[in-house]
């Protein structure tokens, strides 16, 4: 710590002048006063906590500061009722003489929305201007202490050797690890990493001392080193670097080659597989890491506009194309009360993705355009990146009315020879395409693979040329397809019947949004999104789900014959 602290240009802290509203003086034994909350009237070196609450039942019985006893929290914090995670921290730090500590259950009001909705808002800046975080990957409740002798600390459970290359060279060290365990360097399976809350508390500082219920890891923005000496030297982040000022975060798609986008996608394919204890954080969460993008990437006087609700007004025409991640056991949901437009990410629990932009084409519009977007945050705060109340965008497009179906997978057998391949885009988990095409042919393969897409069955829209297309649904329908249903037929021939012609008043719709070349000149991928007319916004539409198809430059796709319709989407 002391030589990152020294020499490490790109571990300065970046706002020396930031001081959080409250912190926990750790205390020291000589001057005979214990823990204590403290408001600081200047910058101090500090300490943060990121580390897992726990069960319900634990959150519910954690010391925590309210309007009833901060007063006296600012005398006297009583040590010995303080959760064991808690307690190892304010040890530590008294260990390495940092004198400020801050936690979340007892540096903002737990019971008083406002100062809660303030000081979330403030998360960003509390881990980025850190003097070290502590990061307690393990235990899974902060009842539970991380301190204490680490299995891998000690020397005897792995031998280090050097090994000759091809040319007689000594190569770099190696370590053979006597019996089995998990890695040691993982924090990915740790409960903390399954935690909504604590993906910025990850990212956003730049020094880490992090115990993985093995051992201890230090890290930061130039190195990184492990207590059982596996990791030695340079680290590389996981994500892009979103931190430093010489290498700023451009939203946007040039060619689709811009790390930075790539950076927010994969923010959102994390965060959305993690859990809240309050769902209705979604956006809070997650706010911290918005701020970094919003402010990197837009003129001072647009930044309040830029962010909307998850997605970014720049090339907003790539941002709604996500999709949830169907083959993954989890059965997505749109929790109430509102919390999200439908048009975003953030309106879902579960799993979500975005198409794959490392080796493809530029995005570009289907005459596509977007003539007004609004999103209003809630109170008391107003944080622009944080929790709304409302949004909707004003859009224009190739609008289609289409019929929709849920096709029991036992009886399914697309017509489309590129159908395999188009499944792969849109519910691809990264295994390769011969997997997605076993488990669309084999009934048997996709139920021992993967059960929960089997059991959503496969959902199909056909346009009034009665032509079937695939779509990838945010929340998944009943079966209402069978092969020995009427209408099995006309649906798979690509025909209509009396039974199942277009109504007068039709319940979905296709917006087409934006395409990307594929394979040669004359073929895209078109992206589309799958709308149902608003129970609750009068002349809105609400995003059902997204559909991907490789179509040909002269493919009207479902939407032959359709016009073009201005819409609002909420």
């Not at 993954?328 to 109430?336: A, G, I, N």
Request: aromatic share 10%.
């Amino acid at each position: 710590m002391a030589n990152c602290k020294q020499h490490h240009k790109a571990c300065r802290i970046p706002d020396l002048t930031f001081k959080p509203t409250r912190l926990i003086d750790v205390g020291r034994a000589e001057e005979g006063r214990g823990p204590h909350l403290m408001r600081p009237k200047d910058a101090v070196q500090y300490a943060a906590l990121s580390y897992c609450w726990g069960p319900k039942s634990d959150v519910q019985s954690v010391l925590k500061t309210k309007k009833t006893n901060i007063d006296h929290y600012m005398t006297n914090i009583p040590l010995q009722l303080l959760p064991q995670t808690i307690q190892d921290a304010i040890k530590l730090c008294q260990g390495i003489n940092i004198r400020y500590l801050w936690v979340d259950s007892l540096c903002i009001l737990q019971d008083d929305k406002d100062d809660w909705s303030r000081e979330s808002g403030l998360m960003r800046h509390i881990y980025y201007n850190s003097y070290l975080t502590i990061t307690a990957a393990y235990p899974d409740s902060c009842k539970k202490g991380f301190l204490g002798k680490q299995s891998l600390g000690e020397r005897g459970w792995q031998r280090r050797f050097r090994a000759k290359d091809e040319f007689d060279e000594v190569s770099d060290k190696f370590c053979i690890r006597l019996g089995s365990t998990k890695s040691a360097t993982d924090e990915d399976d740790s409960p903390l990493s399954k935690r909504g809350w604590t993906l910025q508390e990850s990212i956003l500082p730049i020094c880490k001392i992090i115990f993985n219920g093995e051992e201890m890891k230090w890290t930061c923005n130039e190195e990184t080193f492990c207590e059982c000496g596996h990791l030695i030297g340079h680290h590389e982040e996981d994500f892009p670097d979103l931190k430093g000022a010489e290498s700023p975060i451009v939203i946007g798609l040039p060619g689709g080659q811009s790390p930075h986008l790539r950076a927010w996608i994969q923010v959102v394919r994390e965060y959305s597989n993690r859990k809240l204890t309050e769902p209705m954080d979604k956006l809070s969460a997650v706010s911290g890491l918005a701020q970094f993008f919003q402010e990197a990437n837009t003129p001072e006087q647009e930044k309040s506009d830029t962010y909307l609700a998850g997605l970014w007004r720049d090339n907003l025409q790539f941002w709604l194309t996500w999709r949830v991640d169907s083959l993954r056991e989890y059965t997505h949901s749109r929790p109430l009360p509102y919390r999200a437009p439908t048009w975003s990410w953030a309106s879902v629990d579960g799993p979500v993705q975005y198409h794959d932009i490392d080796n493809s084409g530029e995005l570009q519009p289907c005459d596509f355009n977007i003539h007004e977007w609004r999103s209003n945050p809630a109170p008391p705060g107003n944080d622009r990146t944080g929790a709304v109340v409302s949004a909707h965008l004003l859009v224009s497009g190739l609008f289609a009315p289409v019929q929709l179906v849920v096709e029991d997978t036992h009886s399914f057998l697309h017509p489309e020879p590129f159908f395999q391949e188009c499944v792969y885009q849109l519910f691809g988990d990264g295994t390769g395409g011969v997997q997605v095409l076993h488990l669309i042919t084999s009934p048997l393969y996709q139920e021992s693979k993967y059960p929960s897409f089997a059991a959503r069955g496969v959902h199909l829209i056909r346009g009034r040329n009665f032509r079937m297309h695939d779509v990838c649904v945010d929340i998944p329908m009943a079966v209402n397809l069978r092969k020995d249903d009427t209408c099995y037929t006309c649906w798979h021939q690509g025909s209509g019947c009396d039974v199942c012609s277009f109504d007068v008043n039709p319940q979905f719709f296709c917006l087409k949004v934006c395409r990307q070349r594929y394979d040669g000149p004359e073929s895209s991928l078109v992206y589309s999104l799958i709308l149902k007319r608003s129970f609750t916004v009068k002349d809105a539409f609400e995003r059902v789900g997204m559909g991907c198809w490789l179509l040909d430059s002269n493919d009207e796709g479902p939407w032959k014959g359709a016009e073009r319709a201005t819409i609002k989407l909420v």
